[in-house]
């Protein structure tokens, strides 16, 4: 059994904000995986389902955000599990937006979410960062993750949640390169052929190497060429 918890604060109010992609990230996954009903358990909403040979179970708190590691350490002790046996998604300032980086263990970096599921859980569970960018001034923070995304995100966000469910079970197996690979297929597609090699320097698209130039054709007449001849 492994947890999946994506952070965010309950209801409608904040349902789009930058602060809730964690919630809209273990949703995507409960879709496309065909996980079961959301149901009230663990101070949150909880679904249950596999990713490959793994069961796991997705949550999101409803606790606020602030005191996201009560439900989260509730599910961990009912279940018995470590903390390297819970994912946790959630937004990060420091990461541009649609930016996407697994990191096990570490601070939570003033995090409010980060910080409660500490207390809670100790330092050792793994984390989905998810880049939403930084609004440039420590004063705007607040303003900006309790926020909606803008429409112009939408495009990158969709994608960004679809490689993320893509990428699901690769990091229920604990293989997140492949998961981050799966993530980057939808966020940053490979090109179409153009009959254009990538070079190993750059991993950019170099040009066909030029063939010798053909030669022109004489377009001068028989006579003409025998006079030029004896010029």
């Known amino acids: 059994m492994l947890i999946f918890a994506g952070l965010g604060n309950p209801g409608a109010k904040y349902a789009q904000n930058r602060h809730n992609i964690g919630f809209m990230a273990v949703d995507r996954i409960a879709s496309d995986h065909g996980f079961g009903p959301w149901k009230s358990r663990f101070q949150g909403q909880v679904s249950e389902g596999r990713l490959g040979s793994e069961k796991v179970l997705l949550i999101k708190p409803e ?50 979410g980060l910080r409660s599921l500490h207390q809670h859980l100790g330092p050792e569970y793994q984390r989905v960062r998810l880049g939403i960018g930084h609004p440039g001034r420590k004063e705007l923070v607040a303003q900006y993750v309790l926020h909606d995304f803008a429409r112009g995100d939408q495009d990158w966000l969709d994608d960004l949640l679809r490689g993320i469910a893509d990428g699901a079970p690769h990091l229920a197996e604990g293989a997140s390169d492949r998961f981050l690979n799966a993530v ?16 190993p320097e750059t991993g950019t698209e170099a040009e066909k190497p030029a063939g010798p130039a053909a030669p022109e054709e004489d377009e001068r007449s028989p006579l003409q060429k025998l006079v030029d001849k004896f010029r």
Not at 70 to 85: C, N, T
Request: net charge positive; no cysteine; hydrophobic share 30%.
């Open 63 to 112: 606790t606020f955000m602030n005191l996201s590691g009560q439900s989260v350490g509730e599910a961990m002790r009912f279940y018995k599990l470590a903390p390297e046996d819970i994912t946790v998604f959630h937004d990060e300032l420091d990461l541009v937006p649609g930016k996407v980086r697994v990191k096990q263990g570490g601070g939570h970096a003033g995090h409010n």
């Open 184 to 199: 980057a297929q939808r966020v940053a597609p490979p090109r179409p052929s153009t009959g254009k090699k990538p070079t």
